[in-house]
């Protein structure tokens, strides 16, 4: 899986999850962040704790700290499944 493929397949999944019930397409800048975060961290907890922070900055509400890591576990099996860096 090349970069590009990646970066697809992490917007997809990102863009699947509605943690705020506003609606699909609502979070593109929550989601450039969460890109970033990828490409700085390594790890399924340091990512998730970075996803929290992100949408508690944004929402000003503070999303359970499992429901970040159910999503970061699926960033990190795509990225670790990916060999490029990003």
């Known amino acids: ?27 593109d800048t929550e989601i450039a ?14 990512l998730a704790n970075a996803m929290q922070a992100i949408y508690e900055f944004s929402f000003e509400e503070v999303l359970p700290l499992e429901n970040c890591l159910a999503i970061s576990k699926k960033l990190m099996i795509i990225k670790r499944s990916g060999i490029c860096s990003l």
């Not at 899986?1 to 506003?22: A, K, Y």
């Not at 962040?33 to 340091?46: G, S």
């Open 1 to 27: 899986m090349n970069n590009q493929e990646m970066t697809l397949e992490f917007v997809r999944i990102l863009n699947g999850w509605d943690p705020f019930s506003i609606g699909e397409g609502n979070y």
């Open 33 to 46: 962040d969460i890109l970033q975060a990828l490409h700085d961290l390594d790890e399924e907890e340091e």
